[in-house]
């Protein structure tokens, strides 16, 4: 089946650092990946995606890169802020996945003035 | 104009209750989705609709009830509630041709069971 593997948090860095969140995959077919992000109080929001290999998602300083060979899709963001505090989710979809997203465990990030 | 609206936001009660939480959605979604987030941020899927049509029915107690009287409202009842149903519970939506991976998500209804 399938499955998401991100690393474990809580991660907690000083702003202005650079910000690494790892994420693998397990799955049949071609997934979609996604990073949702998650700010305290509020429901999940997509951040970027990725829908075929060596595609690159990017959206507000982040980015993820699709890795194929290496069943990858990391989370980066070269200077983080105070406002990047929350909560990181990795997830793919794909075809046999009847319809569902299948999220990683989620990953807190924490960033200090 | 919220796109995916949830309530209650915040629900206490005493173990045994029946309660419900309501979701509905504005975006013209064909589909729409239940999870559970527990107190570690582990989501888990419990239900999804697609044109009033349950589609994924995860391995949940019979306790837990959806319903959808039409494809822009799913709600969830919850019978008998018990200490482990404290949980945050997300309602979400997708639309099925241009990107059913494509998830929007209500703020979230905090139940705690006392």
């Known amino acids: 089946g399938n499955s998401v593997t991100q690393m474990e948090g809580p991660v907690t860095l000083s702003e202005e650092a650079f910000l690494t969140i790892n994420c693998t995959y397990t799955a049949t077919g071609y997934p979609s990946l996604f990073w949702y992000v998650q700010y305290p109080g509020e429901g999940l929001q997509l951040l970027l995606k990725a829908t075929k290999a060596d595609d690159k998602g990017s959206n507000k300083g982040f980015e993820a890169t699709y890795r194929k060979e290496t069943t990858s899709f990391h989370l980066e963001k070269g200077s983080v802020q105070v406002s990047d505090s929350a909560v990181y989710f990795c997830?793919?979809?794909?075809?046999?996945?009847?319809?569902?997203?299948?999220f990683g465990s989620g990953t807190q990030l924490t960033v200090l003035p | 104009d919220t796109a995916v609206s949830q309530t209650p936001k915040y629900l206490v009660t005493q173990m045994g209750n029946d309660k419900s939480i309501k979701c509905e959605q504005n975006?013209?979604?064909?589909?729409m989705y239940w999870y559970k987030q527990d107190s570690k941020k582990f989501l888990k899927i419990m239900f999804s609709y697609n044109n009033k049509e349950l589609i994924i029915n995860e391995t949940v107690p019979n306790r837990f009830s959806p319903k959808s009287p039409d494809k822009a409202h799913l709600n969830l009842h919850i019978n008998s509630l018990e200490l482990g149903d404290s949980a945050v519970y997300f309602c979400a939506s997708s639309h099925t041709i241009s990107g059913a991976n494509v998830l929007t998500f209500g703020a979230g209804s905090r139940l705690t069971v006392l």
């Open positions: 997830a793919l979809y794909s075809s046999g996945s009847a319809r569902q997203l299948t």
């Open positions: 975006l013209g979604h064909d589909t």
